[in-house]
Nanobody, 117 residues
Framework: QVQLVESGGGLVQAGGSLRLSCAAS????????WGWYRQAPGKQRELVASITGGGNTDYADSVKGRFTGSRDNARKTMYLQMNSLKPEDTGVYYC???????????WGQGTQVTVSS
């Protein structure tokens, strides 16, 4: 019953920036690993960035140096700062709250990011 709501997507020109937010309900666990995923049309969903309960971050090679993930544990909100955007970054971006101890993973509804040439 964890709820996640993404926001901040939109249309941006190549080279521009966007900041995505993922607001979680109060029962979310900041000690769990959270992640950002994206899915381009006709392609499989891929991991973009992850944040562990200890605050460590990992990134897909395609976004290293351009994207920065963070989480405000008090607000239970995760962010993805996206700079130097490229057309290949286009897709629907989802946040994920990983399950623990038999609990299911939770996903947000996604937010569309479109980067024009």
């Amino acid at each position: 019953q964890v709820q996640l709501v993404e926001s901040g997507g939109g249309l941006v020109q190549a080279g521009g920036s966007l900041r995505l937010s993922c607001a979680a309900s109060a029962n979310a666990f900041v000690s769990n690993t959270w992640g950002w995923y994206r899915q381009a049309p006709g392609k499989q969903r891929e991991l973009v960035a992850s944040i562990t309960g200890g605050g460590n971050t990992d990134y897909a090679d395609s976004v290293k140096g351009r994207f920065t993930g963070s989480r405000d544990n008090a607000r239970k909100t995760m962010y993805l700062q996206m700079n130097s955007l490229k057309p290949e970054d286009t897709g629907v971006y989802y946040c994920k709250h990983e399950g623990l101890w038999g609990r299911p993973d939770y996903w947000g509804q996604g937010t569309q990011v479109t980067v024009s040439s």
